[in-house]
């Protein structure tokens, strides 16, 4: 015979039934409405790169950019837009503090650089502005093999940072034509590079870096020569050896004489050079709201 107690045990429990037939509802709801919820790593991409962009640089590059893969492609192109310059000049402190916690930082925002540059989006870029510290000799040739196709350089550091780590990797960019640069810099760049027409110098050029505009740079055709400092004669030396000009600026450009830097007007000699020049821009001293403080009958 069963006992009382077996058959109870057989008996449905219709609880138990009511709950699985909650569940299975519940499970139906959810299938039908996955297709309206938007997953993380599915967010609209600029969106997502717009957001990114009021955040800090450490959450970027510590946090943020290890939750997917797309998310890492935004990080990407917070940090370096799809466009043709690429620009390092931004994370100074980043690249070059020495601190044990800055070297941390300055690892991984070099990884960051290295994700970039394997990416196709890096094939656009043909102009690099490179920061005011020295990177290490692997950075410069590091960059240099994934942008063969350089043709415009940004140098924001003196001669003596300049030499040793750009002899590796000049050959690189053979079709390098355009270089800004401070005045201390053109006769290294001129031995690196003898093929470029577009020069923009910053600060104060001297006498002998003239002598070396006038005479290594063959091909020169575009010369700015904005807001920087000359001496006495350096115009006339480069106007004298550079007979093929055809851009010329000397917008807000003082002179230096004994030590005192002022705004001069040209004399009649300097300004019949120029004159030979297509295209000859030059600011009114006297008249000029950035040189009228300093301008000197």
């Given at each position: 015979?069963?006992?009382?107690?077996?058959?109870?045990?057989?008996?449905?429990?219709?609880?138990?039934?009511?709950?699985?037939?909650?569940?299975?509802?519940?499970?139906?709801?959810?299938?039908?409405?996955?297709?309206?919820?938007?997953?993380?790593?599915?967010?609209?991409?600029?969106?997502?790169?717009?957001?990114?962009?009021?955040?800090?640089?450490?959450?970027?590059?510590?946090?943020?950019?290890?939750?997917?893969?797309?998310?890492?492609?935004?990080?990407?192109?917070?940090?370096?837009?799809?466009?043709?310059?690429?620009?390092?000049?931004?994370?100074?402190?980043?690249?070059?503090?020495?601190?044990?916690?800055?070297?941390?930082?300055?690892?991984?925002?070099?990884?960051?650089?290295?994700?970039?540059?394997n990416r196709d989006q890096a094939r656009l870029h043909t102009k690099l502005v490179l920061p005011c510290i020295r990177l290490n000799k692997y950075g410069y040739l590091y960059i240099a093999k994934r942008l063969p196709s350089l043709r415009s350089l940004s140098l924001h550091m003196d001669s003596l940072r300049l030499r040793r780590p750009f002899l590796s990797v000049a050959s690189y960019w053979k079709g390098l034509v355009e270089v800004e640069c401070f005045g201390s810099c053109v006769k290294i760049v001129s031995e690196l590079w003898n093929q470029i027409h577009t020069l923009r110098l910053l600060g104060e050029v001297q006498v002998t870096d003239a002598v070396v505009i006038a005479r290594n740079f063959p091909r020169l055709t575009h010369l700015s020569l904005k807001k920087c400092t000359l001496m006495d004669n350096a115009l006339s030396l480069i106007l004298e050896g550079q007979k093929n000009l055809i851009y010329l600026d000397t917008t807000h450009a003082l002179l230096r004489e004994k030590n005192v830097c002022w705004a001069k007007d040209w004399d009649e000699d300097l300004l019949l050079k120029a004159s030979r020049v297509t295209q000859y821009l030059r600011c009114e001293m006297r008249n000029c709201r950035y040189c009228y403080k300093s301008y000197s009958l």
């Amino acid at each position: 015979m069963v006992s009382e107690k077996s058959l109870k045990r057989a008996e449905p429990d219709w609880r138990l039934k009511k709950c699985a037939k909650r569940n299975v509802v519940a499970k139906v709801d959810e299938e039908s409405d996955s297709h309206l919820i938007r997953r993380w790593e599915e967010m609209n991409h600029e969106i997502l790169v717009s957001i990114m962009k009021r955040l800090g640089v450490l959450d970027l590059i510590f946090s943020i950019c290890f939750v997917c893969k797309s998310w890492l492609d935004a990080t990407l192109d917070t940090f370096f837009p799809p466009q043709d310059v690429f620009s390092l000049s931004d994370f100074p402190l980043l690249l070059g503090s020495s601190s044990y916690n800055r070297r941390v930082q300055r690892r991984r925002f070099w990884r960051m650089v290295e994700l970039h540059l394997n990416r196709d989006q890096a094939r656009l870029h043909t102009k690099l502005v490179l920061p005011c510290i020295r990177l290490n000799k692997y950075g410069y040739l590091y960059i240099a093999k994934r942008l063969p196709s350089l043709r415009s350089l940004s140098l924001h550091m003196d001669s003596l940072r300049l030499r040793r780590p750009f002899l590796s990797v000049a050959s690189y960019w053979k079709g390098l034509v355009e270089v800004e640069c401070f005045g201390s810099c053109v006769k290294i760049v001129s031995e690196l590079w003898n093929q470029i027409h577009t020069l923009r110098l910053l600060g104060e050029v001297q006498v002998t870096d003239a002598v070396v505009i006038a005479r290594n740079f063959p091909r020169l055709t575009h010369l700015s020569l904005k807001k920087c400092t000359l001496m006495d004669n350096a115009l006339s030396l480069i106007l004298e050896g550079q007979k093929n000009l055809i851009y010329l600026d000397t917008t807000h450009a003082l002179l230096r004489e004994k030590n005192v830097c002022w705004a001069k007007d040209w004399d009649e000699d300097l300004l019949l050079k120029a004159s030979r020049v297509t295209q000859y821009l030059r600011c009114e001293m006297r008249n000029c709201r950035y040189c009228y403080k300093s301008y000197s009958l």
